[in-house]
Nanobody, 123 residues
Framework: QVQLQESGPGLVTPSQTLALACTVS??????????WSWIRQPPGKGPEWMGV???????YYSPSLEGRASISRDTSKNQFTLQLNSMTPEDAAIYYC???????????????WGRGIQVTVSS
């Protein structure tokens, strides 16, 4: 069974960079047919796909983030990370890491999710 666990700060100040990690167990980041995504859900809004890192380490991002996001990985820890710079209060959300097997970011394809981490942006 694949399990994902987010970690990182629950509070960041405006203009700072958010750094979150997702630790994976039960599967390897480099296994075939695994795509590892970051998704967020602001209060009162629907989920937003942010980006993905593939088994080969290739990354793709939502254009809506305008280049502020960066996803990387540490295969020795079986962990992938999200950095989101220039944080504003509009970036406050529950941040999730998730896995799918098709790489097309369809909500129905995400079979494994972390529990999520609440991030507040405030001075």
């Amino acid at each position: 069974q694949v399990q994902l666990q987010e970690s990182g700060p629950g509070l960041v100040t405006p203009s700072q960079t958010l750094a979150l990690a997702c630790t994976v167990s039960g599967a390897s980041l480099t296994d075939s047919y695994n795509y590892w995504s970051w998704i967020r859900q602001p209060p009162g809004k629907g989920p937003e796909w942010m980006g993905v890192i593939t088994r080969s380490g290739t990354t793709y991002y939502s254009p809506s983030l305008e280049g502020r996001a960066s996803i990387s990985r540490d295969t020795s820890k079986n962990q992938f990370t999200l950095q989101l710079n220039s944080m504003t209060p509009e970036d406050a959300a529950i941040y999730y890491c998730a896995r799918d097997s098709f790489g097309e970011a369809r909500w129905s394809d995400f079979g494994s999710w972390g529990r999520g981490i609440q991030v507040t942006v405030s001075s």
